[in-house]
């Protein structure tokens, strides 16, 4: 459906609000139906049809759907049309193709969280202990899980009355199944962080032995971390200086997170931050469609490959 197809589409959905706004007016506060047709310019007979359900099978299901996307947007502001449409067809089971998911949410007035610009929080290191090639080589495929690993440190801020203070989240990502292996929360930006972090993908993965590509922070040149690599039996990669893009799925999740639950927030307290964190993480693993997995979960493609 386009050019005036698509502008009806658009016209149903604002007429629908004000048919509802008309029904409330009158039921509600007593207001005659003529006068507040007036008011928002339409026709009586428009709302009189509207009343009496007198609507084609393509308005109704359309209506249907609406209904589907404004639920599934109150629970997630932060998915645009896209996203609604991957939830309509595998929650719902209602498929739709994307263009008309982008027409009922532009009717709604429905729009995703906006992405604000990231700033990163890596320090390289003045004098490097070890420095790696980029052996992943901007290669973002992965056959199977634990075959290649991705991480890196980002800030969050959050407010004590005028104070403000920092929390850095370490993580861990999985290029096969998108899932995050392992992260560790700090108030500080320190070798200890990534240490944790490495500790924790290790033990829920003790057989695992990936390439295991980083940036060229401070924290990831050390001798120390080298050989803590080298002793599980995994592989150092590292960034090129200055591109980012060689850690792209990584920076991509820090954006998707950051977009969807942190920016325009204000948090008041270490507590809720961390809580914050924690069940994104939590949700972004076991609920969160992807397309590039199928419209399915990281670990659900997890899961997969283990059976």
Avoid at 86 to 112: E, F, M, V, W, Y
Wanted: charged residues 25%; positive net charge.
């Amino acid at each position: 459906m386009g050019g005036a197809g698509e502008g009806g589409c658009l016209r149903q959905f604002r007429q629908e609000r004000q048919y509802e706004a008309v029904r409330r007016s009158a039921e509600e506060v007593g207001c005659p139906v003529e006068t507040a047709c007036r008011i928002l310019g339409i026709s009586r007979a428009g709302y009189y049809r509207w009343r009496s359900g007198k609507l084609g099978p393509r308005a109704e299901e359309n209506l249907r759907i609406a209904g589907l996307v404004e639920q599934i947007h109150a629970g997630s502001p932060d998915k645009g049309y896209r996203r609604i449409r991957d939830d309509l067809a595998r929650c719902h089971q209602t498929p739709i193709n994307d263009k008309r998911a982008l027409r009922i949410c532009q009717g709604l007035g429905i729009r995703s969280t906006i992405k604000y610009a990231s700033k990163g929080c890596t320090r390289r290191s003045r004098v490097p202990q070890h420095t790696a090639e980029n052996l992943l080589d901007r290669d973002f495929h992965a056959d199977r899980p634990n075959e290649k690993w991705l991480t890196d440190v980002t800030e969050f801020r959050y407010y004590v009355g005028p104070s403000v203070r920092k929390l850095y989240l370490s993580a861990i990502l999985d290029l096969c199944d998108r899932r995050i292996v392992a992260f560790a929360l700090r108030d500080t930006n320190d070798t200890a962080l990534v240490h944790d972090t490495l500790d924790r993908a290790i033990a829920a993965n003790p057989n695992a032995h990936p390439l295991f590509h980083s940036d060229r922070g401070f924290q990831y040149t050390t001798r120390i971390f080298h050989d803590r690599l080298a002793a599980a039996g995994m592989t150092q990669s590292m960034s090129r200086v200055g591109k980012c893009v060689d850690n792209g799925p990584m920076e991509g999740f820090w954006g998707i997170l950051k977009r969807e639950r942190y920016y325009g927030r204000r948090f008041t307290s270490r507590e809720a931050l961390v809580q914050m964190i924690c069940g994104y993480i939590a949700y972004y693993n076991s609920s969160r469609l992807q397309r590039r997995l199928g419209v399915r979960t990281p670990l659900e493609v997890h899961a997969l490959y283990a059976a």
